[in-house]
């Protein structure tokens, strides 16, 4: 399968909310009573809150549309691993911030992206113990939901011309990341676990959320989603924007940034 009509888009992507809130409430049952650790083959955590998310959340978008093959982070196990033909397919991560889930900080989320042609075309992104849900249904804009809340829509900010405020991750900082931020004399510096990151951009919370550590396109496909249609962008050190559907699935180094920013 190649694609689908984008009139169908609000549809499968209502199921991917869903799904993630669904996931969310099983990985919330781990997160309070406690899980044991794994270790995985690259060194990252893995805990029965991961798999657990995953079964959930590949059958729920196998049932939705058989059609539509699913890439999910647990699932998947071989990173080289190419994209289905056609370059049309749900891309998961079930729980992202495995490292913040063991923590005990919160800041983890389940993350839903359906990408076609290299492009994350609608996300879910969905913060269980916050109970916040970011969702772009690929029909133009971005919403948010807090508990039982209505949905409001989100926008990405203008990003100052100087001093922007920087989101940068909690456990996963570098050298060369520093030294960028350095350079940018940010106003303020805040850090964040997961793809959290991705909804303070959309939501006009942050500026600048740089990235030049190793990264997989499962960990931030869904923000790009969401944060692309609330206005911003993530993109390339070359200035492109972020693409989908590589052989092994790894991230060139990024920065998602609030709405015009120019390079």
Not at 157 to 168: H, M
Not at 242 to 260: I, Q, S
Request: contains cysteine.
């Amino acid at each position: 399968m190649t694609g689908t009509n984008s009139d169908d888009y609000p549809r499968l992507a209502a199921e991917a909310r869903r799904l993630a809130l669904e996931a969310g409430c099983a990985i919330m049952a781990f997160y309070r009573a406690g899980t044991a650790v794994e270790t995985k083959q690259d060194r990252s955590p893995i805990t029965e809150a991961d798999r657990a998310a995953d079964r959930i959340i590949v059958a729920g978008l196998r049932a939705a549309d058989p059609g539509i093959p699913v890439i999910s982070e647990e699932s998947t196990g071989d990173r080289t691993l190419k994209a289905p033909a056609g370059g049309f397919f749900w891309l998961v991560d079930p729980l992202d911030g495995t490292r913040e889930f063991v923590a005990g900080t919160g800041e983890f989320t389940v993350n839903i992206a359906l990408i076609e042609a290299g492009r994350p075309v609608l996300g879910v992104l969905h913060a269980p113990v916050q109970d916040e849900t970011y969702v772009a249904d690929g029909q133009g804009g971005a919403v948010r939901f807090v508990g039982n809340e209505p949905p409001q829509a989100v926008h990405a900010r203008p990003v100052p011309e100087a001093n922007p405020a920087v989101i940068a991750s909690r456990s996963h900082m570098d050298a060369e990341t520093d030294a960028y931020i350095a350079e940018l004399r940010p106003s303020r510096i805040a850090n964040a676990g997961s793809a959290l990151k991705f909804g303070l951009l959309a939501r006009g919370e942050a500026d600048l959320y740089p990235r030049f550590g190793r990264t997989m396109e499962w960990d931030t496909a869904a923000g790009q989603a969401v944060l692309e249609a609330a206005g911003g962008h993530v993109r390339d050190l070359s200035g492109r924007a972020l693409r989908y559907g590589k052989a092994g699935f790894v991230n060139p180094p990024f920065v998602a940034c609030g709405a015009d920013r120019r390079r």
